[in-house]
């Protein structure tokens, strides 16, 4: 919970979902993907799945955020050997 709680403070708290992204997101990944799993089912409106979609793409953007974190930790990382094996 302590690790959940930081890296929702740490990474989530700068995440900005705009409804053009939800709205890019809907019309070109959720309802081709919904109609290629759902072929002849009605495809739910924007404002039906605006949450779920929300919630992907913070999930998305998080999860980009932690990478570039730990690219640029590692970049900076310098490691001394102190004692040879």
Known sequence: MAI????????????VITPDDEGNYYSSIFVPEFRR??????????????????????????AVNIEAFLDEAKRRVVIEVLIEV
Do not use: A
């Open 37 to 62: 799993r759902s072929p002849g089912v009605v495809v739910p409106t924007l404002e039906e799945k605006r949450t779920e979609i929300h919630e992907i793409l913070t999930r998305s953007k998080v």
């Open 4 to 15: 959940e709680k930081y890296v929702d403070f740490r990474f989530g708290s700068f995440v």
